[in-house]
Nanobody, 129 residues
Framework: VQLQASGGGLVQVGGSLRISCAASSRTFNDYHGGWFHQTPGKEREFVAAISRIGGTPYYADSVKGRFTISRDNAGTTTYLQMNGLKPEDTAVYYC???????????????????????WGQGTLVTVSS
């Protein structure tokens, strides 16, 4: 599967932004979808994921209640709706896809980047104060 992220940009603190990840050659009906972010000098970090079957969402604690991950009915695109943005949300956001089952613990999901096989190119989100 090829992934193409888009929709990043500059937004003020407290504002909202929706970023998208389009899949080609295969769809998100075949993969679990995920979003990670990365800032210079830091490791790529998990933000959100959505399961292949049922569309169950999982979130990092830092974005719970503010971000929403979703998928269109055709499974061609996943979205990350980001509300209540904070300066610390500034990062390059990468979408990813995983074919193996998600490994959850007591309903929590906290993957490392190497658990996802396919990656998009990243889209920059900048939150200005």
């Amino acid at each position: 599967v090829q992934l193409q992220a888009s929709g990043g940009g500059l937004v003020q603190v407290g504002g909202s932004l929706r970023i998208s990840c389009a899949a080609s050659s295969r769809t998100f009906n075949d993969y679990h979808g995920g979003w990670f972010h990365q800032t210079p000098g830091k490791e790529r970090e998990f933000v959100a994921a959505i399961s292949r079957i049922g569309g169950t969402p999982y979130y990092a604690d830092s974005v719970k209640g503010r971000f929403t991950i979703s998928r269109d009915n055709a499974g061609t695109t996943t979205y990350l709706q980001m509300n209540g943005l904070k300066p610390e949300d500034t990062a390059v956001y990468y979408c990813a896809a995983r074919s193996e089952p998600l490994i959850t613990y007591s309903g929590r999901y906290d993957p490392t980047p190497d658990e996802f096989e396919y990656w998009g190119q990243g889209t920059l989100v900048t939150v200005s104060s």
